[in-house]
Nanobody
Framework: VQLQASGGGEARSGGSLSLSCSTS????????MGWYRQTPGKQRELVAT?????DINYGDSVKGRFAISRDKNTVYLQMNSLKPEDAAVYYC???????????????WGQGTQVTVSS
């Protein structure tokens, strides 16, 4: 399973950036897609996820500023009102389900750097 992320880069504090991530996996097998982020010395944390049932979950620190959306096998993250503390490596994640067994598996994309200057 491959996840191809794009976007990110550098923005000023208060600015905006967007990320996208696509998978070649059959959308029937995709339960959820989303974004996590990590900074050196810290655990990877939830940014936002969206399920096939359109249930959305945001990390507390990004609520009201970030928006996640999904179109088939692509997930998007619009990041507004960026803060320096949003700077991190952002990772795309897809949770896939095996239809017969209902078991789920997590797959991660390569991270993309987001830098926010004050």
């Amino acid at each position: 399973v491959q996840l191809q992320a794009s976007g990110g880069g550098e923005a000023r504090s208060g600015g905006s950036l967007s990320l996208s991530c696509s998978t070649s996996e059959n959308i029937i097998n995709i339960w959820s897609m989303g974004w996590y982020r990590q900074t050196p010395g810290k655990q990877r944390e939830l940014v936002a996820t969206v399920t096939s049932a359109r249930d959305i979950n945001y990390g507390d620190s990004v609520k009201g500023r970030f928006a996640i959306s999904r179109d088939k096998n692509t997930v998007y993250l619009q990041m507004n009102s960026l803060k320096p503390e949003d700077a991190a490596v952002y990772y795309c994640k897809a949770e896939l389900v095996v239809p017969k067994t209902k078991k789920t598996y997590d797959y991660w994309g390569q991270g993309t750097q987001v830098t926010v200057s004050s």
